[in-house]
């Protein structure tokens, strides 16, 4: 079975500092895809990322990084530089390669609410 | 592109009552999703059809939940008879291609609350 842990439920920062959300994920199988989403205070969720199991090479997209480790089976989010517009819940997710053609489910982690003060 | 479609964006029953969920999938997406989100639970998965055949529905709480894809541009999600303990958002999610899990796109939500 897989399982994505986000260990920090919340954390508060004020504007400028950097952050990085923790996700720890745990899966049997060798192919995988990894992805993180934002949940505004409006509700939707945002696609940020997707990262495949056999990519370990790390990401930067503006003030976004992931660090991807699979030797301590864990998807880093940094955001540098925060800003208010940041806050927002943040989902990290798993889903098992497939094998049949089929595209998977997600499983979430519980999230973790950022909160970046002015 | 219009996005993951769905409707109503809140709905307010009382217990008892049949609700119906209503999305539409991103045109030329083949698979499409149900999820809850709860503050007890978080995100969970309820049911995914993949070119309109359900494929997996172990998430569907129990028999008073039941999902329908008549077509590749329609799904529903009904509730019959509601109970206080099914308030929560339900999201629709789509996906593309076949044989790839790729990032899905996810509607904006259903609010229900059953008083």
């Known amino acids: 079975a897989q399982k994505v842990t986000q260990a920090q439920t919340e954390i508060s920062v004020v504007e400028k500092e950097d952050v990085t959300l923790d996700c720890v994920y745990e899966?049997?199988?060798?192919?995988?895809?990894l992805f993180w989403y934002k949940q505004p205070p409006s509700g939707e969720l945002v696609f940020l990322i997707r990262r495949n199991s056999f990519d370990e090479q790390n990401e930067i997209s503006g003030r976004y990084s992931w660090n991807f480790q699979k030797s301590t089976s864990s998807f880093n989010f940094t955001i540098t530089a925060s800003q208010v517009v940041d806050s927002a819940v943040y989902f990290c997710a798993l889903s098992e390669g497939n094998s049949g053609g089929s595209n998977y489910k997600l499983t979430f982690g519980k999230g973790t609410l950022l909160t970046v003060n002015p | 592109d219009a996005g993951v479609i769905q409707s109503p964006r809140h709905e307010v029953t009382e217990m008892g009552q049949e609700v119906t969920l209503r999305c539409k999938p991103i045109s030329g997406h083949n698979s499409l999703f149900w999820y809850r989100q709860t503050m007890m639970r978080g995100l969970e998965l309820l049911i995914y059809f993949n070119n309109n055949v359900p494929i997996d529905d172990s998430g569907m709480p129990e028999d008073r939940f039941s999902a329908k894809m008549p077509n590749a541009s329609f799904s529903t999600l009904k509730i019959q008879p509601s109970e206080p303990r099914d308030s929560a958002v339900y999201f629709c999610?789509?996906?593309?291609?076949?044989?790839?899990?790729?990032?899905?796109?996810f509607g904006p939500g259903t609010r229900l609350t059953v008083l």
């Open positions: 999610a789509s996906t593309g291609r076949r044989g790839r899990s790729n990032e899905q796109f």
């Open positions: 899966t049997r199988d060798t192919t995988y895809y």
